[in-house]
């Protein structure tokens, strides 16, 4: 267990390896969820990706180009649980 002190400004500073152990890098945002009895969960705050970051990641990877039906039929069978 890693102790940790509260300054009169009521400031904590986490130690490296607790930074390291969270996977929390310089300029990375935490989230801290509070629980009951006076506990608390701390995490690496992890941005939810965006439709303009997925939009193109497969662009140039495959020269097989689908139709409309194709797609849907595809997902029809993803859905069902087909492979």
């Given amino acids: 267990m890693t102790t940790l002190t509260v300054t009169s400004r009521g400031q904590v500073t986490l130690r490296?390896?607790?930074?390291?152990?969270?996977g929390i890098k310089p300029g990375d945002?935490?989230?801290?969820?509070?629980?009951?009895?006076?506990?608390?969960?701390?995490?690496?705050?992890?941005?939810?990706?965006?439709?303009?970051?997925f939009v193109g990641l497969l662009a140039g990877r495959s020269k097989k180009v689908a139709t409309i039906e194709e797609i849907s039929a595809a997902a029809a069978k993803g859905w069902a649980g087909k492979k």
């Fill in 29 to 53: 945002k935490i989230e801290l969820d509070l629980l009951p009895g006076g506990r608390g969960m701390l995490k690496v705050a992890r941005p939810a990706g965006a439709i303009d970051n």
């Fill in 16 to 22: 490296k390896e607790v930074l390291q152990h969270l």
